[in-house]
């Protein structure tokens, strides 16, 4: 479905957003 694919991309980059903003907090 496209929808799901949309969706599932979304999270995806939801995910990596927040990796990448918790290994700048733990650089700090």
């Keep these: 479905?496209?929808?799901q694919t949309?969706?599932?991309a979304t999270a995806w980059l939801f995910i990596a957003s927040i990796?990448?903003?918790a290994?700048?907090?733990a650089r700090i």
Excluded: T
């Design 23 to 25: 290994r700048r907090i």
């Design 1 to 3: 479905d496209f929808e």
């Design 19 to 21: 990796q990448l903003f």
């Design 6 to 8: 949309i969706a599932s």
